[in-house]
């Protein structure tokens, strides 16, 4: 067995894997590796290229009794794993047919283009078992063995005279099945070796960017509004990664820069905000800078450094931009790139959650401020009269509720938190209750059962409309109203109730309120309903009975919610208690 049959293999082998470096760094040919769906124009082109690899591994062979050993069976066989049949079916065509024209006649042509064929045929058949990635070199290996041993098969029953091919296949069989099949191993080892690298790339800026947005992230949730915010998460960027400078920025203004202390290369930095970081987020898309022209006032900093600037959204609305600076180098690397990009998709999100966080909170705040637009309006014409009949009779009482109605609507009218204590509700809610007490005198009857020591933060104004629905509905048969406002530790929470002695909700309206239906009737019992689901969380909401002649409208305030004791507990300051009644009435 001539050394040289060997020495022309290793060659002609070291020369694929050359080309297959080379290919993959032809675009096409990496979204044929990365691309399911390769266009047809992309994979007849792929085929192309593999098929010349297939020519040039028979012009690169050496001729022996009429036979070339040659290294073809690589670049197709590879053709038909890597690319399926478009690619490989081409491959083969384009690889049997030149070797049949490149020595027709000679002993092997037919049998050798025949066999270039099959082999394409065979990479297509196992294309789909491969690309289920369970392949490893062994079985690389393995199946170029099988497809070698297939072609010296089809020499012996293609080629005549059969004494002259058998004696060529006894001189090819054993280097070509040997080197052939660790020379696939090699070559496909350098394609998947770009999958890892791609892999790599995108996994450590994913990583990365990961990492960094969990530190940054909290300084995000009040949206870019808060410079000191901005400026931490800058400095986080900076510290966590290889840049040299980061910039964050709004529509129009720098808003935080971080760079190494004494760094003269960034002095004026709202020179930065220059047309590239414009062009990034007027076309909503990644762009690199690292040459401008000497009159543009980053040239100063470009001359030494890369600059990657990538919009920042909100509902598909730029609201600022991220700048990576980084130092140049002879190489680049796609990396910095898929850092900077899923960072600020992550910062992106942040930025729209607390764009809707800010939404959520004004909508909450309305809902306040539509419950109290809807307390009753005929509560202050009924109390203006009461107030009226009381001054010739009892001028005193007059006064004093025309002081309770002022501290009343002060207390109703001004801004308050989404969430407040027990007690100071409590205390609003009594002096509604002393206000229609006055007007039903002995047919309204007020029992308060809160503990002193029992206190929580529950949703503000929660009581006001369970109270009102009490005093309009709660009346007995003989017209005597009594309201009980009540309070109880429970293992689950604080339980707050109001019951009445009326004759009850009605079942439709009732089913309404606890499925989420809005009903025609008791809309306050509904709001009060929905605002705790959304507060609380699932498991709030109202619960309404009728036990022992009681309609009981409660709800649980779970036990996170709780604060100090009452007894640290004060009326407001603007109110002069010694103006109103008792605060337990």
Same mark, same amino acid.
């Given at each position: 067995m001539p050394d040289n049959l060997f020495l022309s293999l290793l060659f002609n082998i070291g020369f694929l894997i050359f080309l297959a470096f080379i290919l993959t760094r032809i675009p096409t040919v990496r979204n044929m590796l990365t691309c399911e769906n390769l266009s047809i124009p992309g994979q007849l082109l792929t085929a192309a290229l593999f098929g010349f690899v297939s020519i040039l591994a028979t012009y690169t062979g050496i001729e022996t009794g009429g036979a070339i050993v040659n290294?073809?069976?690589? +670049?197709?066989?590879? /053709?038909?794993?890597l690319g399926g049949p478009v690619i490989g079916i081409g491959a083969a065509l384009i690889g049997g047919i030149h070797r049949y024209f490149y020595e027709a006649g000679q002993l092997t042509a037919a049998a050798? /283009?025949? %066999?270039?064929?099959?082999?394409?045929?065979? +990479?297509?058949?196992?294309?789909?078992?491969?690309?289920? +990635? #369970?392949?490893?070199? +062994?079985?690389?290996?393995?199946?170029?063995?099988?497809?070698?041993? @297939?072609?010296?098969l089809l020499i012996l029953l293609i080629a005549r005279p059969f004494s002259a091919a058998l004696d060529v296949v006894k001189e090819i069989a054993l280097p070509m099945i040997i080197l052939n099949s660790c020379?696939?191993?090699?070559?496909?080892?350098?394609?998947?070796?770009?999958?890892?690298? *791609?892999? &790599?790339?995108?996994?450590?800026?994913? %990583?990365?960017?990961?990492?960094?947005a969990s530190q940054c992230l909290p300084h995000l949730r009040k949206?870019?509004?808060?410079?000191?915010?901005? #400026?931490?998460a800058a400095?986080?960027?900076?510290?966590?990664?290889?840049?040299s400078a980061v910039m964050i920025t709004d529509r129009e203004h720098v808003l935080a820069f971080s760079c190494s202390p004494g760094n003269r290369d960034f002095t004026a930095v709202d020179n930065l905000f220059n047309t590239p970081i414009r062009t990034a987020m007027e076309q909503h898309k990644t762009i690199c800078v690292s040459e401008v022209s000497s009159s543009d006032p980053l040239a100063p900093v470009i001359k030494n450094y890369v600059l990657t600037a990538v919009p920042l959204t909100?509902?598909?609305?730029?609201?600022?931009?991220? @700048?990576?600076?980084? *130092?140049k180098r002879w190489h680049r690397t796609q990396s910095r790139i898929v850092f900077a990009e899923n960072l600020s998709a992550l910062f992106s999100t942040q930025l729209e959650l607390?764009?809707? &966080?800010?939404? #959520?909170?004004?909508?909450? *705040?309305?809902?306040?401020?539509?419950?109290?637009?809807?307390?009753? $309006?005929?509560?202050?014409? &009924?109390a203006l009269n009461t107030i009226s009949c009381m001054c010739r009779e009892n001028p005193e009482r007059a006064r004093e509720l025309s002081r309770t109605l002022s501290v009343y609507y002060r207390q109703t009218l001004e801004p308050h938190h989404e969430m407040t204590d027990l007690h100071t509700e409590l205390y609003q809610v009594l002096r509604y209750l002393e206000m229609e007490q006055a007007r039903f005198e002995e &047919?309204?009857?007020?029992?308060?059962?809160? $503990?002193?020591?029992?206190?929580?933060?529950? $949703?503000s104004f929660i009581l006001q409309p369970l109270v009102e629905n009490a005093v309009r509905y709660g009346a007995d048969r003989s017209g005597l109203r009594t309201v009980a406002i009540r309070a109880r530790q429970t293992p689950d929470g604080i339980k707050i109730e109001v019951a009445d002695h009326g004759p009850g909700i009605p079942e439709a309206i009732t089913e309404a309120i606890l499925s989420g239906r809005e009903p025609g009737k008791s809309y306050g019992l509904y709001n009060v309903h929905t605002r705790l689901k959304k507060i609380v969380g699932p498991s709030g909401g109202l619960t309404i009975q009728h036990i022992d002649g009681e309609t009981r409208v409660s709800f649980l305030i779970p036990k996170a919610d709780t604060v100090p004791k009452a007894e640290d507990w004060k009326p407001p300051e603007e109110i002069d208690t010694n103006e109103v009644r008792g605060y337990y009435g």
């Open positions: 290294t073809r069976v690589i +670049g197709v066989l590879s /053709a038909g794993l050798c /283009a025949v %066999s270039t064929m099959a082999e394409g045929v065979i +990479g297509v058949v196992c294309s789909k078992y491969f690309h289920r +990635g #369970k392949w490893d070199n +062994g079985m690389l290996f393995l199946l170029t063995a099988v497809t070698e041993v @297939c072609q010296m020379g696939m191993v090699v070559f496909i080892g350098t394609f998947r070796a770009l999958s890892m690298e *791609k892999d &790599n790339e995108k996994t450590s800026g994913i %990583s990365l960017a990961l990492h960094v949206g870019l509004d808060n410079p000191a915010d901005i #400026k931490a400095d986080i960027i900076f510290q966590s990664t290889t840049c909100s509902r598909s609305q730029v609201s600022g931009c991220l @700048c990576l600076f980084y *130092k607390a764009d809707l &966080n800010y939404e #959520k909170s004004l909508r909450r *705040k309305a809902e306040i401020r539509a419950l109290r637009s809807q307390v009753n $309006p005929h509560f202050l014409h &009924n &047919n309204l009857q007020i029992e308060t059962d809160v $503990p002193e020591q029992l206190n929580c933060l529950i $949703p």
